[in-house]
């Protein structure tokens, strides 16, 4: 037996060794060479319009409360541990180069010829909540690109429905800033923008001015538009589409009929349809692409199912593909 398990070695060896010398280089590659996205580089672009917490920030990091300026950072990510006993998602190591006074190009310049991500959160959400919705996303789809998170003064309250939505829209400007650097930015990549709940009425504000401002040539760099399970008012919503013109071809709605935050948020404004909940047929006649969620949400809520199921999450994957 001693003798046949020498000899069994001694094949094992001299295939290892005849592989390498047919020129299999496949076991010479290290594996960080097919690693792609935040697993390459595990760095989340910051643009936001809350305070730090700390000079340099320290956790929670950033927070409720109105910055003056917009604000770059980058958030140094640590992934999940491979071990049996670590953590299972990732974690915000530290938040570093800060710059208050000219954040809008130093975060273009960060993403500089590389396709960006750049996730707008919703009500009810603190910076770190956010920035795992951002990481969970990104990895979700496995987007080859740098990601990046705008941030708006969230009071992360369930008591905090209107306060947020003032918070929200006093970030227009700030978000114009950051989109039209980043458009302006010579042999940059495409602007993909995935926005969520409240944050979809942010980011489709803005995508008017900066239409108005810019023109088609501000537009140009922005690839999809991601809306999911927009708490719109359905008629702002289409006066909204009609200023963006041939644009609105870009934006993807991920609806849900039974998506019961915006039922709630349908009785607070009146009994009017948020878009987000709106039917198929309805938001499709304003010439958008629709992904009705409706048959995914097994769950009390249903509002994130972009993150929370992978086959909607889908939707958003190919809808960055095909722009």
């Known amino acids: 037996m001693r003798f046949s398990l020498t000899r069994l070695a001694i094949v094992c060896l001299a295939g290892v060794a005849l592989s390498g010398c047919v020129g299999d280089d496949s076991a010479l590659v290290s594996p960080a060479a097919f690693k792609i996205g935040l697993e390459k580089d595990p760095k989340l672009l910051v643009a936001t319009t809350r305070l730090p917490v700390g000079d340099p920030p320290k956790k929670p ?3 409720s409360e109105r910055s003056a300026d917009m604000i770059f950072a980058e958030a140094r990510l640590t992934p999940p541990s491979d071990s049996l006993l670590g953590s299972g998602s990732w974690n915000i ?5 800060v710059d208050h006074s000219n954040a809008a190009q130093a975060f273009a310049q960060a993403a500089f010829g590389r396709d960006l991500l750049l996730y707008i959160h919703g009500y009810k959400e603190s910076f770190e909540t956010a920035a795992t919705s951002t990481v969970d996303l990104s990895e979700g789809i496995k987007f080859a690109g740098v990601t990046g998170l705008f941030t708006w003064p969230s009071a992360a309250s369930t008591f905090s429905y ?10 227009r400007d700030s978000l114009e800033d950051l989109l039209t650097a980043i458009a302006k930015t010579p042999s940059g ?5 995935v926005a969520h709940s409240m944050g979809t009425l942010l980011t489709l504000e803005t995508l008017r001015m900066l239409r108005a401002s810019g023109g088609e040539s501000a537009m140009e760099r922005i690839g999809a538009v991601v809306l999911a399970a927009p708490d719109i ?3 702002l919503f289409a006066r909204g589409l009609e200023r963006l013109g041939a644009d609105a071809k870009k934006i993807t709605v991920i609806s849900s009929t039974n998506d019961r935050a915006l039922a709630v948020s349908s009785r607070l404004a009146g009994g009017i349809v948020r878009a ?18 409706s048959e995914f949400g097994g769950g009390i809520i249903n509002h994130d199912l972009f993150l929370s199921n992978k086959e909607v999450q889908q939707v958003v994957k190919r809808a960055i593909e095909r722009s």
């Open 233 to 235: 008012d359905i008629d």
């Open 162 to 171: 209107v306060a947020d939505r003032e918070s929200a829209m006093w970030s």
């Open 189 to 193: 990549g495409r602007i993909h923008i």
């Open 93 to 97: 190591a530290k938040v570093e180069n």
């Open 276 to 293: 987000g909940a709106a039917d198929r047929e309805r938001l499709e006649a304003l010439g958008v692409r629709v992904a009705d969620a």
């Open 61 to 63: 990091w950033f927070s």
